[in-house]
């Protein structure tokens, strides 16, 4: 797909990078990934939902603007980047539910924003976070990235975020075949991990905190519906393999893991790994999401594409990623001063 063809730095220098949410969950993973190649990164990041103490151990190593991305770049001054990874979002069902317009302007326009800066300053490579959500509902439960991608109706919010993330990826499509630019989307699966907070609905960081604080782990539905979890830190190392392989192919490619567990398994899981003496409470969804939801029974990758490009293979068990949630969660002062 031409990836040798883009601007790469010289010799002896090390790459330039930009990291749009930097210092969100998978984005401070990342950042400590790019340092450890020798790499000068660069991040915007408007602490929406991120936090800067995810940096605190690189934040003298690296360019920080705190800003939106429309008001970070031009800050910038015309940096030119030889890479650009693009993981600035409104993230997390509430948080979309809540404030609709706001998430998809966000997740589109900006994304836009950050196309045509690498465009405009020396057509660097962009790789977008895009997500599983794309797929919407289809009838299959393993999804391959080029499947029919099969959206509910605009009337329902929820689908809002799928519809912001796949208009993304057609953008990034646009500007590779009309402008010539190197730009790939990664549909990331559940990622979870160290840093991941609760706050905006994410399942395991929900179940960690409840466990921690012996509290009932809300399983939402009958529990048996499905999902694959892969730790942000195995995504974090493979997002950098991904844009400096010379054997991709393609421009779009899942990433996580292809090991499926039941949401109530993984809420037992989440008891036993810890110790705790939490219960586990079934909610029914109309009541977990009175502004409606539609949840989808399984969700699981194909993951020939990305294997292929970069011989992807997961290298946390879900064991280990619950302990290191756990223990970041209760270094967390928030944490610390929800049990004093
Ligand atoms: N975690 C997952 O399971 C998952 C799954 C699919 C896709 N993704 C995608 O991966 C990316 C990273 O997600 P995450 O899980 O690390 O979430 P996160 O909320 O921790 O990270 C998003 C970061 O972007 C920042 N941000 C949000 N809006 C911004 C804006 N307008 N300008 C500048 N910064 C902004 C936030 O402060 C935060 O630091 C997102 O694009 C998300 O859509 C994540």
Same mark, same amino acid.
């Given at each position: ?6 601007? #790469?730095?010289? =010799?002896?220098? =090390? ?17 400590? +990934?790019? /340092?450890?190649?020798?790499?000068? @990164? ?5 602490? #929406? ?6 940096? $605190? ?10 800003? #939106? ?9 015309? !940096?030119?980047? &030889? ?14 539910? &809540?404030?609709?317009?706001?998430? %998809?302007?966000?997740?589109? %326009? ?19 976070? $895009?997500?599983?959500? @794309? ?12 499947? &029919? ?47 991941? @907070?609760?706050?905006?609905?994410? @399942? ?20 048996? +519906? ?16 991904? *844009?400096?392989?010379? #054997? ?12 499926? %567990? ?6 037992? *899981?989440? %008891?036993? !790994? ?12 109309? +009541? ?31 064991? +280990? !990623? ?6 970041? *969660?209760?270094?967390?002062?928030? /944490? ?5």
């Amino acid at each position: 797909m031409g990836a040798q063809d883009q601007a #790469s730095p010289k =010799p002896g220098t =090390p790459r330039r990078v930009l990291v749009t949410g930097g210092a969100g969950f998978i984005g401070s993973h990342l950042v400590e +990934q790019l /340092l450890k190649l020798g790499d000068r @990164v660069s991040v915007i990041d408007n602490l #929406s939902t991120g936090r800067i103490e995810n940096l $605190s151990a690189v934040r003298d190593r690296i360019r920080f603007i705190e800003a #939106s991305v429309s008001d970070g770049l031009p800050q910038l001054e015309h !940096t030119q980047f &030889d890479e650009v990874y693009h993981l600035a979002a409104a993230v997390g069902v509430e948080l979309v539910l &809540d404030d609709p317009v706001g998430s %998809i302007r966000s997740n589109v %326009i900006e994304t836009d924003e950050v196309l045509r800066y690498a465009l405009d300053h020396g057509k660097s490579r962009v790789l977008i976070a $895009s997500s599983s959500e @794309v797929y919407g509902k289809p009838g299959t439960s393993v999804f391959s990235e080029d499947d &029919d991608l099969l959206l509910g109706p605009t009337t329902m919010t929820r689908w809002s975020y799928a519809h912001a993330k796949a208009l993304d990826e057609h953008l990034a499509m646009g500007y590779a075949q009309q402008y010539g630019l190197d730009a790939l989307c990664c549909r990331f699966f559940n990622t979870v991990g160290p840093r991941q @907070v609760g706050r905006y609905g994410m @399942v395991l960081p929900r179940f960690v905190q409840a466990a921690y604080e012996n509290s009932p782990l809300r399983v939402y539905g009958d529990g048996s +519906q499905t999902r694959c979890f892969c730790d942000g830190r195995d995504v974090a190392h493979a997002l950098p393999m991904l *844009m400096r392989s010379e #054997s991709r192919q393609h421009r779009v490619y899942n990433l996580g893991s292809d090991r499926p %567990i039941a949401i109530h398994d993984l809420a037992e *899981m989440v %008891i036993t !790994t810890l110790g705790s003496k939490s219960s586990i409470e079934h909610i029914p969804y109309e +009541q977990a999401y009175p502004k409606g939801f539609e949840d989808l029974r399984h969700r699981k990758p194909d993951l020939d594409r990305v294997r292929a490009a970069i011989g992807f293979s997961p290298s946390y068990t879900l064991n +280990q !990623t619950i302990l290191d949630l756990h223990e970041t *969660m209760m270094s967390s002062h928030k /944490l610390d001063g929800g049990r004093a």
